[in-house]
């Protein structure tokens, strides 16, 4: 899912570099790729953040309370 993320991101910024609005690139992008596939309020949202010259479209570290079991714990108890 990660990488599905990344890929509309890319094609948000594609569209952020044609001179689109965000709803365009929404329009374009769903479009294109399937209804829904991305909301108008992501396309906003990432457009706030190419304007502000940020192209990252990683995610960011988020704060909160780490977490009490690793990943790697978590899967171990799975199997």
Known sequence: ???DKQ???H???YE????KSAAKACE???SGLG???VS???CEFWFRR???DDFDVSDRERSGAPQKVTNNELQALLD
Request: charge should be positive.
């Open 11 to 13: 094609c948000i910024r």
């Open 7 to 9: 890929f509309i991101r």
């Open 35 to 37: 209804v829904n596939v």
């Open 1 to 3: 899912m990660a990488s």
């Open 40 to 42: 108008k309020s992501t």
């Open 16 to 19: 952020f570099h044609q001179e």
């Open 50 to 52: 190419f304007k502000e």
């Open 28 to 30: 374009s992008i769903c």
